[in-house]
């Protein structure tokens, strides 16, 4: 088993690790993984030892630290709730029973350590009829706020606070209220929120015109915005706080790879995940920083790995205990995998390539590439042994030369928060935030000071305690002098980034990514409004499936401690 970092071991131990009543932890964290790999190969075949045979692959590939399930499977497996799957979107019908059903039903959810993605573009706006009662709707950011104050009282199996997605189309007749609800800090506290722009509305801002606003109840036009009053709008409220953010509806629709079953109306709360109502997804990430050999990356061990956790997140669907039926038919209908990366900002530094040169976003889509085109091999091998997915007929798959897979989608790049962590390993896909810092994580202060670098100041001779302090106390190395320029370029880090960048490094993901990619654009305080506005029309231009940008001390805090950013 791989070393575990003593933050690895910190967050295992508040957060992964199984307690007794009294609140002690009694698990090791290779029992941890044990447990894991034992629980979601018990779906295996018992004979010829193939489910032995494959609970030791699972098992060495875990402990290698070479891939990490989502939390909840982490936390869940092998235990009685036995919840494995990360993501999940929920309908919210446009009546008073749909809104508490689904309600409930996401209080379920967040208990067993889901997070919940809504579209509440189906409710009536505010003022209009209920003719039921003869009084008028309260509007979907009202019944959000309700959401809101439900998930806060809700821990996510005793080890996260609820995360929920809340979405909103740009022609519902409420969204000048839904963009502005986050200005102030202590409303939806637990929810991201993100505006679901159309392709209409990108034209209608492209030659400063207006687009209509639609009552979903009736599908009549209430009156019509001018695009630009809504979009900067959009921009200013991103500019202060960092939401909304925006996703991209109808290019994930056109992605959509079974049409015949139902379109996305939302994403899970991180925005990687588009799903159906009612849909789950199950993800999983490789540590690419694993998977470098003497400056060169190691294609033929990632290959194999790959497939292995393919084959693992195929097997969690069924390992998986759903909190809903209907979640478990979607689920199993489509099985549905996200395969994605973390280590990105690591195994470029150890290719020595700077995260923002040409050469790193070519790597980028030639990496994500092999990711998704071994991933789709091993999906077509699982289906030659178990068959397709069961809403095969009618998919994009369902074509002469399209591939027999097991799975309607294979890859995702998700955040990767703790996991990286535990992995000892940068987030995702996101370049180095700071090279030394300290974070909170569930009350527990974590100091992260970037092992790759200390290595490579100790090799080119510019190590000191002194360099430490003041890379600790600034976080970056750009005002710190007599450190070699090679050095400086090497180790930028997000806010020395520009963001059409980090929006480029986004797309490249994007290109072979069967789903979405989790990625923030971060922006230096002193980012103006044209910044922002700048970043969404980029990532428009360049293919993304949505944008997040995020101002430092936009929201006047941070769980980051370093001074001097700007």
């Known amino acids: 088993m791989s070393e575990l970092s003593e933050n690895a071991l910190k967050v295992l131990q508040a957060r992964y690790l199984i307690k007794n009543e009294a609140g002690n932890v009694v698990e090791t964290p290779e029992e941890m993984f044990r447990r894991i790999a034992r629980s979601v190969a018990?779906?295996?075949?018992?004979?010829?030892?193939?489910?032995?045979?494959?609970?030791?692959?699972?098992?060495?590939?875990?402990?290698?630290?070479?891939?990490?399930?989502?939390?909840?499977?982490?936390?869940?497996?092998?235990?009685?709730?036995?919840?494995?799957?990360?993501?999940?979107?929920?309908?919210?019908?446009?009546?008073?029973?749909?809104?508490?059903?689904?309600?409930?039903?996401?209080?379920?959810?967040?208990?067993?350590?889901?997070?919940?993605?809504?579209?509440?573009?189906?409710?009536?706006?505010?003022?209009?009829?209920?003719?039921?009662?003869?009084?008028?709707?309260?509007?979907?950011?009202?019944?959000?706020?309700?959401?809101?104050?439900?998930?806060?009282?809700?821990?996510?199996?005793?080890?996260?606070?609820?995360?929920?997605?809340?979405?909103?189309?740009?022609?519902?007749?409420?969204?000048?209220?839904?963009?502005?609800?986050?200005?102030?800090?202590?409303?939806?506290?637990?929810?991201?929120?993100?505006?679901?722009?159309?392709?209409?509305?990108?034209?209608?801002?492209?030659t400063d015109g207006s687009f209509p606003l639609v009552?979903?109840?009736?599908?009549?036009?209430?009156?019509?915005?001018?695009?630009?009053?809504?979009?900067?709008?959009?921009?200013?409220?991103?500019?202060?706080?960092?939401?909304?953010?925006?996703?991209?509806?109808?290019?994930?629709?056109?992605?959509?790879?079974?049409?015949?079953?139902?379109?996305?109306?939302?994403?899970?709360?991180?925005?990687?995940?588009?799903?159906?109502?009612?849909?789950?997804?199950?993800?999983?990430?490789?540590?690419?920083?694993?998977?470098?050999?003497?400056?060169?990356?190691?294609?033929?061990?990632?290959?194999?790995?790959?497939?292995?956790?393919?084959?693992?997140?195929?097997?969690?669907?069924?390992?998986?205990i759903y909190p809903l039926p209907a979640i478990e038919a979607m689920h199993k209908g489509n099985r549905k995998i996200g395969l994605g990366v973390m280590g990105w900002a690591d195994l470029l530094i150890l290719l020595g390539i700077p995260y923002n040169d040409k050469r790193a976003f070519a790597l980028a889509r030639e990496v994500m590439r092999f990711v998704r085109d071994r991933a789709r091999d091993a999906s077509v091998e699982l289906a030659q042994e178990r068959g397709v997915f069961p809403n095969f007929a009618g998919s994009i798959y369902d074509a002469p030369d399209m591939p027999k897979v097991r799975n309607a989608t294979c890859t995702t790049i998700a955040p990767t928060g703790t996991l990286a962590t535990i992995a000892d390993c940068s987030s995702g896909i996101e370049p180095l935030f700071a090279l030394a810092y300290k974070r909170l994580v569930l009350d527990t202060e974590l100091t992260e000071i970037n092992r790759h670098f200390v290595e490579f100041a100790r090799k080119e001779g510019f190590y000191s305690k002194e360099l430490m302090r003041e890379v600790m106390k600034r976080g970056s190395l750009r005002a710190i002098k007599g450190v070699p320029s090679s050095a400086k370029r090497l180790f930028r880090t997000a806010l020395d980034i520009p963001p059409e960048d980090h929006i480029e490094m986004q797309a490249a993901f994007q290109e072979y990514t069967d789903n979405a990619v989790s990625k923030t654009i971060n922006l230096p305080h002193r980012a103006t409004r044209e910044d922002v506005a700048k970043a969404y029309l980029l990532a428009w231009d360049k293919g993304c499936k949505g944008v997040t940008v995020f101002r430092y001390g936009a929201r006047g805090g941070t769980l980051v401690k370093f001074s001097d950013v700007d």
């Open 215 to 320: 009552n979903p109840r009736t599908g009549q036009i209430t009156w019509s915005l001018r695009a630009r009053e809504v979009f900067d709008e959009l921009v200013d409220c991103a500019w202060k706080t960092g939401d909304p953010g925006v996703i991209f509806i109808d290019r994930i629709n056109r992605a959509n790879p079974t049409p015949l079953v139902g379109n996305f109306e939302s994403t899970n709360p991180c925005g990687e995940q588009p799903l159906l109502p009612f849909e789950a997804c199950v993800l999983g990430s490789l540590n690419l920083s694993r998977h470098v050999r003497e400056k060169k990356i190691d294609y033929d061990s990632l290959g194999r790995d790959i497939k292995t956790a393919v084959r693992f997140l195929d097997d969690t669907i069924d390992a998986n």
């Open 42 to 206: 018990a779906v295996e075949d018992e004979s010829g030892g193939v489910r032995n045979l494959w609970e030791e692959r699972f098992h060495e590939l875990l402990t290698g630290l070479r891939f990490l399930p989502n939390s909840p499977t982490l936390m869940n497996a092998g235990k009685p709730s036995g919840q494995l799957a990360a993501c999940f979107v929920l309908p919210v019908e446009d009546s008073m029973q749909g809104i508490f059903e689904s309600l409930k039903n996401a209080a379920l959810i967040l208990q067993s350590g889901g997070g919940t993605g809504f579209s509440f573009s189906r409710l009536r706006p505010r003022a209009d009829i209920v003719r039921s009662t003869g009084g008028i709707a309260s509007g979907p950011v009202s019944f959000m706020k309700i959401y809101n104050t439900a998930t806060d009282v809700i821990k996510q199996g005793g080890a996260r606070r609820g995360a929920n997605m809340g979405i909103l189309r740009v022609d519902h007749p409420d969204i000048l209220e839904f963009i502005r609800v986050k200005r102030n800090a202590a409303e939806l506290a637990n929810f991201n929120i993100s505006v679901a722009i159309t392709d209409s509305f990108m034209e209608a801002l492209r």
